[in-house]
């Protein structure tokens, strides 16, 4: 077996084949054939050379990291390679790296604009500290680029962004670990990733854990998830990656909200399903958490009006009705109207419209309208009166309606309700029925007077908002009548 004098004079060989520069006991400089931007100087060691040998056991004869012992790995950079101060990087909901200084204020932020190199950080973070293969790296973010010679542009990757998050904080460069074979995400301390403190807070909170301490760690998911995993569109299970990480934050979510249920914190519940329904705005759970937490805190009227928000998103975006849940929690609101400990003020001004809400027809959603329809039939009958149903249909008159751009649709129907509000009577009843479609009541009103109505507001839109590309059509019948005397207007 060699002896360590041996293989201090083959390394020597070596190395001066390969130009990579051997302390001596001499005590002048040599340069270093990589970008570190320092020297080995008097034989001080300097630290900057282990982003050259990142490698545990790969490191010269003669050189070790600082604080570590011949055995150990590698240990965090220190002297000028240490990083001092506090580092955020974000990949949800965006992607952001920024230092905070000790009063919490962001002092600094670094751009990377290598798609690349934002989609390294990403995969490497998301396998939790574990190696990844140069070739798993290559097939994840270089897939279809069979031309490229991935396994270079990877280095290339790998050397840039170093000296990027370098630039950024000296000693970043070391989160990116060069491993046998490929790479890993080094987290070094002051420097937090969202992703990775998200994910060990779910992993917690999955745990038997205290109240108090179970309260906190919820408040932090729902702090730290400000949106779905950056996708830059260069990793192959990029979309699969960011569903998993949003339905455990929604889970964790439900869970919150039940645990603040049973402590009857309702404020606290309405601020989270707030927060939440940014992000996922169709979140049944969460939509009727919300209402039912108005409720308890007797604000009865946001809670209806939250009905209405999700019944018009409901159609607009799904073209459906409200789920039978939602429906059901509805029912709950009604009854929770009549059961509330309101006094007789409080339940005047709670059915009381404001001023400006009872100029023009009454507007409402499609539950809303089916009920006020039975109350009005109820009276019809009684007096022997009768209603008209009209419907009046925003439509492309190229192709009979089959396609629409979602831009002139909104701006066709928003400028006819438009036009409704202003020239209908305070009595006429209108929901949007579709996308495309509104319908209306009409009391006591007979065909020739019901239809004298829809023209002049077919009229009225076409003065106001003529267009080639857009046109209306509109249907009138007596309710209870059948369909006798059904007209349509082109």
Known sequence: MANAKDYHESFKET??????????????????????????NEGKEDQSILAAFPIRGALPHGLRAAGESPQSGISIMKGGMQVTQRIEIQLLGGFDIKAIDDTGQRTEFLEIKSRKAVSLITYLVLQNGKPVSTQRLVRELWAGKRNVNSAGSLKTTV???????????????????????????????????????????????????PDAEKG?????????????LYQTGDMVNGEMQSS?????????????????????????????????????????????????????????????????????????????????????CYKELAAAGQTLHFNLDSIRN?????????????????????????????????????????????????????????????????????????????GDIIT??????YAMLLPTVNYSTGSMVMERMEQLFYEEYASRKIALHHRISPLGGGTRGVKKIS
């Open 350 to 426: 709670e059915l009381l419209e404001r001023e400006n809400e009872r100029s023009g027809p009454f507007f409402c959603d499609y539950t809303a309208f089916k009920e006020i329809y039975n109350i009005q039939m109820r009276n019809l009958e009684r007096l022997g009166s009768t209603m008209f149903l009209g419907v009046i249909m925003v439509v492309n008159p190229e192709d009979g309606g089959d396609e629409m751009s979602p831009v002139i649709r909104e701006s066709a129907m928003a400028g006819l309700q438009e036009i409704m509000r202003r020239h209908l009577r305070k």
């Open 244 to 328: 998993w990480l949003h339905r455990e934050y929604l889970e964790s979510m439900y869970a919150y909200v039940t645990y603040l249920k049973e402590a009857e914190e309702y404020n606290e519940i309405v601020r989270v399903c707030r927060r939440v329904l940014e992000l996922d705005e169709l979140d049944d759970f969460m939509r009727i958490e919300l209402m039912r937490a108005m409720v308890c805190l007797n604000r009865l009227s946001d809670a209806q009006a939250e009905y209405r928000r999700v019944v018009t998103l409901n159609k607009n975006l799904l073209d459906a009705e409200p789920s039978e849940d939602l429906q059901s």
């Open 15 to 40: 190395a001066s084949k390969k130009r990579i520069c051997v302390p001596q006991k001499s005590t002048k400089s040599c340069k270093l054939p990589f970008s570190v931007g320092k020297r080995i």
């Open 432 to 437: 949007r029925f579709s996308p495309t479609i």
């Open 159 to 209: 050397s840039r962004l170093r000296a990027a998050l370098n630039e950024a904080a000296d000693g970043l460069g070391a989160c990116v670990r060069s491993e046998p074979g490929g790479y890993s995400w080094n987290s070094i301390p002051r420097v937090h990733v969202d992703v990775i403190e998200l994910t060990a807070l779910i992993r917690e909170l999955k745990e038997l854990l």
């Open 216 to 228: 906190e760690k919820y408040r932090r998911v729902l702090e730290l998830y400000r949106g779905d």
